[in-house]
């Protein structure tokens, strides 16, 4: 059972930048796709970013430009820098794994942005 522990929410002001980590357990062997999706309150839960084994890397169109997404498979962790953050950016946001068919999601961590 893969688990993923978020890290790096938090407030910070717009025009600010905040950095995202999340290590998934185990190993790197099978995990296909890894990224980030936000859920803003009173919105569906969205893609952001994502990210193959490979380095392909899979954006927002609202975060392209502003947001990099990218992981090290030794650490089995993928990270997503935030710049230019804007307060439509404030939302949860979840840490996403799949591993061979299995998807897992993180408990969530909150980014809040203020004008």
């Known amino acids: 059972q893969v688990q993923l522990v978020e890290s790096g929410g938090g407030l910070v002001q717009a025009g600010g930048s905040l950095r995202l980590s999340c290590a998934a357990s185990?190993?790197?062997?099978?995990?296909?796709?890894m990224g980030w999706y936000r859920q803003a309150p009173g919105k569906q839960r969205e893609l952001v970013a994502t990210?193959?084994?490979?380095?392909?890397?899979n954006y927002e169109d609202s975060v392209k430009g502003r947001f990099t997404i990218s992981r090290d498979n030794a650490k089995n962790t993928v990270y997503l820098q935030m710049n230019s953050l804007k307060p439509e950016d404030t939302a949860v946001y979840y840490c996403y794994v799949k591993k061979w068919d299995v998807e897992v999601w993180g408990q969530g961590t909150l980014v809040t942005v203020s004008s």
């Open positions: 990210i193959t084994k490979s380095g392909n890397a």
């Open positions: 185990g190993s790197s062997f099978g995990v296909i796709v």
